[in-house]
């Protein structure tokens, strides 16, 4: 192997190793200055890390969920591998919206999360709204989310 080639092979051998520990510094800053770890907890006062949720979890606080459902119990599936796999779809659009700033205002909620919030209402209430659930779920019947008529139960003043 001739000099040439070793010299100009531990150039870019040099090359990626700085490259390769400066992305990861930048992801270890990044991480740390968006309080990474916080997301893993189920503690809502993590959803307001960002201020731009400072309104909901101000709601949420005051809202009538508070002493018995926190972020997580609501937003998230309860299944250990749909939870995690919802937490790093979340965490993904989040912080590319956030960086970019290129998120709706108001914030509004996606589809697949939507169906999770609506299974949470049902999970819990399932009892108490089976009639209307059953009714809603004939045929011809457009579904019914719960939030069509509870808009603000999570989040706002009590109804």
């Known amino acids: 192997m ?4 070793r010299s100009t092979a531990r ?3 040099l090359a990626l190793v700085v490259l390769a520990g400066a992305v990861v510094g930048l992801c270890a800053f990044t991480f740390s200055y968006a309080e990474g770890l916080s997301y893993f907890s189920t503690d809502p006062r993590a959803c307001a890390n960002c201020h731009i949720m400072n309104d909901q979890f101000a709601s ?4 009538p969920h508070h002493g018995d459902a ?5 937003h ?6 749909g939870k995690y796999l919802a937490k790093a779809l979340n965490g993904y659009h989040h912080s590319k919206g956030f960086t970019l700033q290129d998120f709706h205002e108001p ?5 697949r999360n939507a169906d999770i919030l609506n299974a949470s209402c049902v999970r ?3 009892d ?6 059953e009714a809603a779920g004939a045929p011809g019947k457009q579904q019914l989310r719960c939030v069509h008529c509870h808009r603000n139960v999570g989040h706002g003043a009590r109804n």
């Open 124 to 126: 819990c209430h399932g």
């Open 76 to 81: 998230l599936p309860h299944d250990f591998f």
């Open 70 to 74: 926190g972020c997580v119990d609501c």
């Open 107 to 111: 914030i509004l909620i996606k589809p």
């Open 128 to 133: 108490f709204v089976h009639d209307v659930l």
């Open 2 to 5: 001739s000099p040439l080639f």
């Open 60 to 63: 949420w606080s005051r809202g």
């Open 11 to 13: 150039r870019w051998s």
